[in-house]
Structure formats: structure tokens, C-alpha cells
């Protein structure tokens, strides 16, 4: 049953018939078509389905890297479907955590750069900077590869940077579309049991994944079908019937 | 976003693309180059001028003869005679030191030295209006003039023209003027020249004699020089001589003069006017590179948004705003310019050199021209880098993350 339907004031996540349309030429692509869906503080959930769902496209606007095309989403209590650019970037880089399947970092920049880049445009200074910086490399056991650039990373280790980049903030929400898709089922598992850890400590996760044993990590799975909800379910619940 | 970051970050931008960067300064470097080398040229040639302008005299105003007028159709040129001169001297009551000039191009000779040479007959006020002072012997005076006498001095180049002798040996002896002999009793100082005027190489022998013993007795007169004490007293001087000469002219009232009255800054206007049109032709060269400078600029930011376009969807992505990528830009684009600058400060101080070692001109780079300069190339950065830039600002993160 998970918290669909539920409002509460705790929700980290509120969604109200968020919709995206795609206008291209005649054609109108509807990706995502009215989301009511809402996640509490704390919780870890895996949102799955087939390809061309909607997922990522849901993802980017809960991550607020997208405006929807319509319907209301409420980020900590904030409506944030109606900001303006400059506002959502500060949201972005307040309480939003990213990581993409295909890392983003700057390929130019080294891991210690690449991890600080949030709180630069945080206006933090530098000594701070770099004190947090090294303290999230650390936990994600990268400790020794700071002054590396991503091309002299493995897939992993850049994931890791990603993953590093993406707390650095210490954001409320943290969101990773398709974290392991660009991985091996070995690393995919150390990542995955890094996002369990983090969850552990209280960290609100939500990840996008088409594999059903990455979902497993998860507590709560949300399946969307061409731009619905299909299905949401705990995961303790759920086992037999996955 | 912290303005050191944003420096930075330019910074290594330009750096990682150096060649590219450079080649796209060009414009700038030539354009500004060019800018150097004409305000050198025209701040040198200010100088001279004024150089020229304090050689020549302030205070002096030079009559020369006009066109002859009878009922709006010209005649010729008027003449100019010696009781123009004398009326002057008469009649300004002491307000000019006045004298005439008629000159000729003559042989000169003396032992077995021949040269040709710019005779000056003149009045002993002469020296004084254009402050001559002797190296060796005397001046004439006013009662050789009376007698008509054959005494020469002569300009500082002379006696090395008339076989290296020295001044000194040179008083006393006698030289040839058109076969005429003379008496050399001065040699002057070194002066210097001043526009089309060198003194340095010019006889000076009185006025009379040279109308009635070397001219064949015309008095026509080419100049008449008139100076006054200080420039204060010019506007006053200037209409006294136009009041003597009318008179002596029988002009009506209304009538145009036959004569000019000019100062020395407008007799040295004409003889810069060629400096003038380079000046003219630097500064379109400058225009048209700073311009195209410009819009090269412009097309290297707009490669520079392209390619780094994901860049900008990663920073957009993790908080930057628009203003911070905005100036992440516009910086980039004003490091370009400015490097450009700089360089082209140097290259124009370069020309600048080469034109004063191989062409002879004054140049001087001013500091403040420097600066403006580099200003000014900055103001360029801005103004092509802010369109590429808003661009990137205006980015959508989502579109910009996906381009390949
Ligand atoms: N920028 C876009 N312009 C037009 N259509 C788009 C755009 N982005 C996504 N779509 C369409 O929207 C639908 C949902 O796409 P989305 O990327 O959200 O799917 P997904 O669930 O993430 O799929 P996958 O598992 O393959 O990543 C698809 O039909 C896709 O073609
Ligand atoms: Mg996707």
C-alpha cells in the first residue's frame, strides 16, 4: 500500500496530477499522464517499469530539472511546479541530490573538484569546501583517488564521485536515475549497498531501475505504465508476487 | 558562485583550447594594435608640432601676398613692397618688431666650394623675431641696411657646406653671391628645422642689398614677418596690420584683403595634413578589425556554449543559476579580449618604434592610452561575448544534459 493516497505534512514528496506532454510536430507525446503519488521522509523507492514508462521523465521533474506540463508538486512542503528557473536552481542545489546513469561529471575536472561544484554555487567558501568535499569522497571509498580526473576512473569509482557529488549538499532527497545501468552487476551491488547504508542513516532515496533484483535494495517499488501508476508496494509485502 | 571560481573556471577554458584562443585574438591584437600606433603617432606628432610651433615663434605672424581683387574678378597675385613693411614698423607704434623677406635661390661660392643656397634679405629685426643667437661674429644693423652693404651672415650648416671650415675662420672672409662678393661677418647658432623653414641653411644679408645689388632691384617682397611681445598682444597685432596694410593698399571698406596674415599654427597646419590621412587609414584599420575581432569573438563563444553545452547542463543541473553561467562566459570572452589587448598594446608599441627608426615619425605612447586601450577591448569582449553567453544561461538543464 506504501503512502499512496496518504497526505501528511512529512512528505518529502507530493505529487498531484503531474503531467508531461511532449509536443513534437502534430504529434503529442504523453510521457506522464496525472501522477498522484506522494514519499515520506526516510523512505527508499525504487520506481520500475518497461522502457518508454515515463520514468525518467517523472524522475526529472522530481528532481526539478523539468516543469511539468501540469499538476502540482510539493518538495518539503514547498509548491515548486510554479518557480521560476532561477529558483529551482537554488532548489536543485539546496535539497536535490542527482546521480545519472551516465555519471555527468566534468571530464576536465578532478574527483575533488567534481564533488565541490555543488557547494561552489552554494557560495561556500573554500577551506569548507574542500573539508566536505574529502569527507564524502571518503565515505564512498574514494579517499585515495581525489586528484584523479573521471578518465582515469573506472565506471564504478566515477559512479562513486557521482554518488559523492550528489550528497555533498546534504541534500533531503536523493535521486539516481538508473545509478547502475552503465555498470556490472558486482559494482552495481556495491553502489546499490552504499544507497542501503545511506538509507539506513536516514537518507530519503528514490531510484529509477528496470532490474528487478536493484529494486530489491529498495523498501518501497513504484511501477508505472505508460505514464500511470501501475503498481506500489512494499518490498517485505511484495516478494512472492514480484 | 564566487568570483574567483568563475575566473577560474574561464581561465582554464581559454587554456585548454590555447591555440585557438590565441587565433581568435588576432582581430582584437591587430585592431587594438592599430589604435596604439595611430594615438602614438598623433600624440608625436602633437609634439612636434608644439615643438615646431615654439621653434617658429608664438608670437609671430607672417604676411604674405593674396590674390588681387578689381570688381570681384581676381587679377594675380598683389604684391607686397618695402613701404608696406616700413609702414608697419612706422605705424604700430612699437606693439611690432617688423621685417621683409625677399629671397632667392642662389649659387653660392667660396674658394673652390660651390653651393646652392637660399639667399634671405632681411632686416636686423629678423634675428630678433625668430630669436636667433650667433656662434660666431655679429649680426648687420640697421645702418648697413641704409648703405646697401655686402655683408653676409650665415645659417649653421654653411661652413660646413662651404668646405668644413670653421665658423670662426669663415669671419672676415669674403664668398660669392651670384659672382657678388660679401663680407661674411656671422655664422648662427644651430636652430633646428620648423616645417618648410630651415634656417640652418639660409644666408642672411640686408634687405636692400639684396633687392638692389643681387635681385636686380624689384622690391617685391615674398613675406613680411611680424611679431609682437607676448601672444596675448596677437589679436591686437592682427588687427593693426590688417588696418596699416589696407591703408597703404587703398582697399574700400568691405573690400578682401590682398594679403594673408597667418600665425604659426596655421602655416603648420597644412604641412601635417598628411600625417592626417595615415591617421585617417589607422583608425579604419582599427574599426574594421576591432570589429571583426568582435564577431570572431562572438563565433568562438558560440563554438565554445556548443561544445560545452553538457558542461552547462551538469553546472545548471547541480545549482548553477543564470547569472552564475552567464558570467562564466562573459569572463571567458573578456579574457579573451583583454589577452588581445595586451598583446595588441604591444605590437602597436612595436609599430610605433619601427615608424620612428625607419620613417623618421614621432611617435609617443601615452599611459593613458594604454589603459584605454585595454578598456576599450574589454568593452569589445563584453559586448560580442553577451549574446553567446545568455545563450548558455538560457539553456534548458534537461535538453542540455542530453546533447551529444
Ligand atoms: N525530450 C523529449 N521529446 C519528446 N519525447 C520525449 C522526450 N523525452 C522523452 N520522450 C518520450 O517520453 C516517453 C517517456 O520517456 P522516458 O525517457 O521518461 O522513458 P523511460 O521510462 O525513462 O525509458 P527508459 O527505461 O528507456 O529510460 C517516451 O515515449 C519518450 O520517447
Ligand atoms: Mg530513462
Known amino acids: ?114 564533488v565541490e561544484l555543488p557547494l561552489i554555487y552554494a557560495g561556500i567558501g573554500s577551506r569548507e569546501r574542500r573539508r566536505r568535499a574529502m569527507e564524502k569522497l571518503e565515505l564512498v571509498g574514494l579517499g585515495d583517488r581525489m586528484g584523479h580526473k573521471p578518465p582515469e576512473l573506472s565506471g564504478g569509482q566515477r559512479q562513486r564521485v557521482a554518488v559523492a557529488r550528489a550528497l555533498v549538499n546534504e541534500p533531503a532527497l536523493l535521486l539516481a536515475d538508473e545509478p547502475t545501468g552503465n555498470l556490472d552487476s558486482e559494482t552495481s551491488g556495491e553502489i546499490m549497498n552504499q544507497f542501503e547504508q545511506l538509507n539506513e542513516q536516514g537518507q530519503t532515496i528514490v531510484i529509477v531501475t528496470h532490474e528487478h533484483d536493484i529494486a530489491q535494495h529498495a523498501r518501497r517499488q513504484v511501477h508505472l505504465h505508460d505514464g500511470h501508476i501501475a503498481r506500489d508496494f512494499l518490498n517485505e509485502v511484495a516478494e512472492s508476487t514480484a | 558562485m564566487l568570483v574567483f571560481e568563475i575566473v577560474m573556471v574561464a581561465m582554464g577554458a581559454v587554456r585548454a583550447n590555447i591555440l585557438r584562443s590565441v587565433l581568435t585574438t588576432l582581430g582584437i591584437v591587430i585592431g587594438i594594435a592599430a589604435v596604439i600606433t595611430m594615438v602614438a603617432l598623433g600624440e608625436g606628432a602633437q609634439e612636434r608640432v608644439q615643438a615646431e610651433i615654439n621653434r617658429m615663434g608664438t608670437t609671430v605672424l607672417t604676411i604674405r601676398p593674396g590674390q588681387q581683387f578689381s570688381m570681384g574678378v581676381s587679377r594675380g597675385d598683389a604684391e607686397m613692397s618695402i613701404e608696406d613693411a616700413i609702414a608697419l614698423r612706422v605705424e604700430s607704434e612699437g606693439l611690432l618688431t617688423v621685417s621683409p623677406e625677399q629671397s632667392s635661390r642662389l649659387q653660392v661660392a667660396y674658394k673652390r666650394w660651390n653651393s646652392n643656397t637660399q639667399i634671405m634679405g632681411v632686416w636686423p629685426e629678423y634675428f630678433d623675431i625668430y630669436n636667433h643667437q650667433l656662434q660666431a661674429g655679429r649680426f648687420f644693423n640697421q645702418g648697413e641696411v641704409q648703405g646697401r652693404r655686402r655683408v653676409a651672415v650665415l645659417g649653421y650648416n654653411l661652413p660646413e657646406t662651404l668646405g668644413d671650415t670653421p665658423p670662426e675662420v669663415l669671419i672676415g672672409e669674403t664668398i660669392q653671391l651670384r659672382g657678388i662678393p660679401f663680407e661674411v661677418i656671422g655664422v648662427l647658432a644651430e636652430k633646428g628645422d620648423a616645417a618648410f623653414i630651415r634656417p640652418d641653411d639660409q644666408i642672411f644679408v640686408p634687405q636692400s642689398t639684396a633687392q638692389y645689388r643681387v635681385m636686380g632691384g624689384r622690391d617685391r617682397l615674398g613675406s613680411i614677418y611680424a611679431a609682437t611681445e607676448t601672444t596675448e598682444q596677437l589679436d591686437m597685432a592682427f588687427a593693426e596690420i590688417d588696418r596699416i596694410l589696407r591703408r597703404e593698399h587703398r582697399l574700400k571698406a568691405g573690400e578682401d584683403a590682398d594679403f594673408n596674415i597667418r600665425n604659426s599654427a596655421d602655416l603648420l597646419a597644412t604641412f601635417n595634413e598628411t600625417n592626417q590621412t595615415f591617421t585617417m587609414l589607422l583608425a579604419g584599420i582599427a574599426g574594421v578589425s576591432l570589429l571583426v575581432g568582435g564577431i570572431g569573438i562572438m563565433n568562438i563563444m558560440l563554438v565554445s556554449v556548443t561544445e560545452r553545452t553538457r558542461e552547462i547542463g551538469i553546472r545548471k543541473a547541480l545549482g548553477a543559476t543564470r547569472r552564475a553561467i552567464m558570467t562564466q562566459f562573459l569572463v571567458e570572452a573578456l579574457f579573451l579580449c583583454v589577452i588581445g589587448g595586451i598583446l595588441g598594446v604591444a605590437a602597436g608599441y612595436g609599430a610605433a618604434e619601427m615608424m620612428t627608426r625607419i620613417a623618421q615619425w614621432d611617435t609617443s605612447v601615452a599611459p593613458g592610452a594604454v589603459g584605454a586601450a585595454i578598456g576599450f577591448s574589454a568593452a569589445v569582449g563584453l559586448f560580442f561575448g553577451m549574446w553567446p553567453a545568455r545563450r548558455a544561461a538560457l539553456l534548458d538543464p534537461i535538453d542540455a544534459l542530453r546533447y551529444e
Open chain 1, 1 to 114: 500500500m506504501g503512502g499512496e493516497g496518504t497526505v501528511s505534512d512529512e512528505a518529502i514528496i507530493r505529487t498531484q496530477g503531474l503531467t508531461k506532454h511532449y509536443v513534437l510536430g502534430a504529434e503529442t507525446v504523453r510521457a506522464v499522464r496525472g501522477v498522484d503519488l506522494v514519499i515520506e521522509r526516510g523512505e527508499f523507492v525504487a520506481i520500475m517499469g518497461p522502457s518508454g514508462s515515463g520514468k525518467s521523465t517523472f524522475m526529472n521533474m522530481i528532481g526539478c530539472l523539468d516543469t511539468p506540463t501540469e499538476g502540482q508538486y510539493w518538495l518539503n512542503g514547498q509548491l515548486v511546479s510554479d518557480l521560476s528557473d532561477d529558483q529551482l536552481a537554488r532548489v536543485r542545489n539546496r535539497q536535490i541530490g542527482f546521480v545519472f546513469q551516465t555519471f555527468n561529471l566534468l571530464p576536465r575536472a578532478t574527483a575533488l573538484h567534481n
